[in-house]
């Protein structure tokens, strides 16, 4: 049928269209911010493609809805996909949920929407809650221009490589965390942007225990460290971007006395000084500092030995 344009999602709302993919959003905690939309599409489709089906059963149970389950989640995906198009195919109307939230958002669902498109299946986003977004509007930082990373790694290395690719982005940074991991990411990233960075913390968003942290990197570090219910629930991370550099910000006087730091310190230590001696910002100190201890030790290693 090929990649056609549609329209589709006028009228009345319970009109629903046979062979549709309605990616549908659910809550992220209140089980009141469900649409009535996006409600009546779940108790009128064939079949719910679920992430968790337990936790997408507790919501049905909560709406009274009785609709046939099928799990599809990261592990299972790719063997899912067939299946649902098939039933698509065949006329049944299919919604995607992932266990809370918009669904795709650093959840399962490209593979099978990115498949139905191609075969020319029509989807259709029934719009919701999402947590990104909820502390995004309540984190008082810049938001006509933003990134979202999802989910930093797991390994400190990684995480760190990561960052450091991240240090001269302008745009506020959103990410989702692991409140196992939250203060050792913080100090990654103060770390590696400098602990100045504004930052908000949004925890267990539209819950009863929902709560936003307000500071800088280094004040919330100071904050959190011994502070159990930080490291409970639900976490998004919405940081300051870095600062435009100014014109002032000579390059070659900065790499010069970079060099001359790194001969003696620790990359840190060089830049925090760097930073103070030439009034800078510390990410862009920082970004030069990599550059030059790379070229000192590549220089170290090709010297011929005594």
């Excluded at 075969?119 to 809650?129: E, T």
């Amino acid at each position: 049928m090929g990649n056609l344009a549609t329209r589709h999602g006028g009228g009345m709302p319970n009109t629903l269209v046979a062979g549709v993919l309605y990616v549908v959003a659910t809550p992220i905690g209140n089980l009141l911010d469900l649409s009535t939309r996006a409600r009546d599409i779940l108790a009128a489709v064939d079949v719910i493609a679920a992430e968790d089906t337990r936790r997408t059963g507790i919501l049905l149970g909560y709406l009274g809805i009785r609709v046939p389950m099928i799990s599809m989640h990261d592990y299972n995906e790719a063997e899912r996909v067939d299946e649902l198009l098939e039933r698509l195919n065949g006329g049944q109307i299919v919604a995607l949920v992932s266990d809370a939230g918009t669904p795709l958002i650093s959840d399962p669902g490209y593979k099978l929407v990115s498949a139905a498109i191609s075969a020319g299946i029509v989807v259709s986003p029934i719009p919701g809650p999402s947590s990104m977004i909820a502390a995004l509007s309540a984190s008082g930082l810049p938001t006509d221009r933003f990134v979202f990373e999802g989910f930093l790694s797991a390994k400190a290395g990684a995480r760190h490589r990561q960052l450091q690719g991240l240090v001269t982005e302008a745009r506020t940074l959103v990410f989702f965390e692991s409140p196992r991991r939250l203060l050792a990411t913080l100090a990654d990233m103060a770390e590696v942007w400098g602990g100045d960075r504004r930052v908000t913390i949004a925890r267990e968003l539209t819950k009863i225990h929902e709560t936003f942290y307000h500071g800088t990197l280094d004040q919330l570090i100071t904050r959190l460290t011994g502070d159990a219910d930080a490291k409970l629930g639900e976490i998004v991370l919405c940081v300051e971007g870095a600062k435009p550099v100014g014109d002032d910000f000579a390059e070659m006087d900065v790499t010069r006395v970079l060099a001359l730091l790194l001969t003696d310190l620790p990359v840190r230590k060089a830049v925090d000084l760097a930073a103070k001696l030439l009034n800078q910002p510390r990410n862009r100190i920082y970004e030069l500092a990599l550059k030059v201890k790379n070229e000192q030790d590549n220089r170290q290693g090709s010297a011929p030995e005594d």
